[in-house]
T-cell receptor, first 114, second 112 residues
Framework: EPEVTQTPSHQVTQMGQEVILRCVPI?????FYWYRQILGQKVEFLVSFYNNEISEKSEIFDDQFSVERPDGSNFTLKIRSTKLEDSAMYFCASLGRGSSYEQYFGPGTRLTVT | QKEVEQNSGPLSVPEGAIASLNCTYSDRGSQSFFWYRQYSGKSPELIMSIYSNGDKEDGRFTAQLNKASQYVSLLIRDSQPSDSATYLCAVIRIGSARQLTFGSGTQLTVLP
C-alpha cells in the first residue's frame, strides 16, 4: 500500500542553524501539507502546496519557513534559522484528487533545537 | 476561540465495552470530518471520514455527524487494549486548501 515517507526521523540542530525536512508523498497525490505538533499539544497546520505553489499558509508559517518540490517526488520544508520553539514533530501529509478529502500522514520528523 | 473541541480525557473503558468519543466544531463552514488515531510518538492514522449527516460504520467503528448541532462522534465497539491511543477529531472548511484543523484529542485507555 502506498505511503508517505519522511526523512530524517530525528534531527537535532543548534539554534540559528538551517534544517531541511524531507517528504515523499504518495505518488499520484496532488495536494501536499506540512503540520507540526509541539510535545503535548495539538497538531497544527503550517502550509499547503498545490500545483507547485503555496495554496494556503498559517500564521506559524512565517518568513523563516519555506517549502519546495524540487523534483517530481520530494517535498521539503526548510527552516532558515531555527529557534528553540521550533522543536516539535513535523508531519507531511498528502491528498489525492477526487471527492475524498482523506489525508495520509508520514511518520514524522522529530526536530530538536538546542 | 477554539475551532474544534474535544474532551481531553483520559477516558477509560473495560475491554469489550463501547467507547464513545465526542467532538464539537465552531465553524459552520466545515464540510468534511475525520477521526484520526495517534499512538504516543507516532503520526496520526486515519480511521474514519464522514461528510453528511447520519451514521457511517466501518468494522468496529461508527462515526456520527450532526451538522445542525455541529457535533461529530466516534463509537468504538468491542474495545480492545490495542485501541488505547489518543483520538483526534479534524475538520476541513469549505473554500480552504483542504487543510485539516485538529482538536486537541481524547486519550482513550482500554483496560484488559
Amino acid at each position: 500500500e502506498p505511503e508517505v515517507t519522511q526523512t530524517p526521523s530525528h534531527q537535532v540542530t543548534q539554534m540559528g542553524q538551517e534544517v531541511i525536512l524531507r517528504c515523499v508523498p504518495i505518488s499520484n497525490h496532488l495536494y501536499f501539507y506540512w503540520y507540526r505538533q509541539i510535545l503535548g499539544q495539538k497538531v497544527e497546520f503550517l502550509v499547503s502546496f498545490y500545483n507547485n505553489e503555496i495554496s494556503e499558509k498559517s500564521e506559524i508559517f512565517d518568513d523563516q519557513f519555506s517549502v519546495e518540490r524540487p523534483d517530481g517526488s520530494n517535498f521539503t520544508l526548510k527552516i532558515r534559522s531555527t529557534k528553540l520553539e521550533d522543536s516539535a514533530m513535523y508531519f507531511c501529509a498528502s491528498l489525492g484528487r477526487g471527492s475524498s478529502y482523506e489525508q495520509y500522514f508520514g511518520p514524522g520528523t522529530r526536530l530538536t533545537v538546542t | 476561540q477554539k475551532e474544534v473541541e474535544q474532551n481531553s480525557g483520559p477516558l477509560s473503558v473495560p475491554e469489550g465495552a463501547i467507547a464513545s468519543l465526542n467532538c464539537t466544531y465552531s465553524d459552520r463552514g466545515s464540510q468534511s470530518f475525520f477521526w484520526y488515531r495517534q499512538y504516543s510518538g507516532k503520526s496520526p492514522e486515519l480511521i474514519m471520514s464522514i461528510y453528511s449527516n447520519g451514521d457511517k460504520e466501518d468494522g468496529r467503528f461508527t462515526a456520527q455527524l450532526n451538522k445542525a448541532s455541529q457535533y461529530v462522534s466516534l463509537l468504538i465497539r468491542d474495545s480492545q487494549p490495542s485501541d488505547s491511543a489518543t483520538y483526534l477529531c479534524a475538520v476541513i472548511r469549505i473554500g480552504s486548501a483542504r487543510q485539516l484543523t485538529f482538536g486537541s484529542g481524547t486519550q482513550l485507555t482500554v483496560l484488559p
